[in-house]
């Protein structure tokens, strides 16, 4: 119960990571605010939430728009008066193409949501988190690590996510509110399910051959599940972690050595 009577607000709820770190913090003993587009989803997983016996609120929002970012944070102190953590999960997909001929305008608009609205989202609950001596988790990506082709447009908007915790960790710090990241690699849930099973038909082998392949090059030899990249969201989170701040923490299974 790391998280025991802690309010946790997650954007971008969806079937994957963003489930798991709502249902995982509930686990831990929070009460969740869930936040997302798809008002869909967001029911399904305040069920989850309910089920294991704490409070869950669900707020539509894009938080791209500046009236939904607010209305998340009265509708979240509305409900519980509070806010422990805030964890900036939306994310959009930047076109998956070489540099030198991506649309630019693609480009800026995966910023709009990726850093952007993380920041806007942040400063908005920075109030309540001061109150509370909370913090913010980012979720960022293992695209920090590598270079390869047609993921510039990725690691850029990842980059400047990292660049912009560390840079609130230090502005925040004095406040009493700690920022930090986490870096997963690879999620299996099922959007790579689906591209796997797409790729050994593509091969004509199975499924579970790609994932053994992909998996003989990560050290565990096993790829994450969202519950484990999304505990170490809850230790961030808790008091446990009381001392990190500024800090990138990869959920890989050892893929790459920070």
């Known amino acids: 119960m790391l998280l025991r009577d802690k309010v946790v607000v997650v954007s971008g709820i969806g079937p994957g990571l963003g489930r798991s770190i709502a249902v995982q913090s509930a686990r831990a003993g929070a009460d969740v605010v869930l936040a997302s587009r798809t008002e869909s989803r967001l029911t399904e997983v305040a069920k989850e939430v309910t089920d294991l016996g704490r409070r869950a609120v669900a707020v539509p929002t894009d938080i791209n728009d500046e009236s939904d970012a607010e209305r998340l944070v009265s509708s979240t102190l509305d409900a519980f008066g509070r806010v422990d953590a805030l964890v900036n999960n939306a994310f959009a997909m930047p076109p998956m193409t070489d540099l030198v001929k991506v649309d630019v305008d693609q480009v800026r608009q995966a910023y709009d949501t990726n850093v952007f609205s993380a920041l806007k ?16 988790v980012m979720i960022n990506s293992a695209v920090l690590r590598h270079s390869r082709r047609t993921f510039g447009a990725y690691k850029m908007t990842k980059s400047s996510l990292l660049a912009l915790a560390q840079s609130l960790a230090t502005e925040l710090g004095p406040r009493g509110v700690r920022v930090n990241s986490v ?6 849930a099922d959007n790579l399910k689906f591209y796997f099973a797409y790729l050994a038909q593509k091969r004509g082998i199975t499924a579970e051959e790609v994932y053994e392949e992909t998996a003989s090059t990560i050290d565990l030899r096993k790829l994450p599940e969202p519950d484990e990249i999304a505990d ?3 230790f961030l989170a808790s008091e446990l972690a009381r001392a ?11 893929e790459y050595h920070a």
């Open 121 to 136: 989202l942040t400063r908005l609950f920075v109030p309540a988190l001061e109150e509370s001596r909370g913090s913010v």
């Open 232 to 234: 170490a969201v809850v």
């Open 183 to 188: 870096a997963p690699g690879y999620i299996w």
């Open 244 to 254: 990190i701040t500024g800090q990138c923490l990869d959920v890989n299974g050892g």
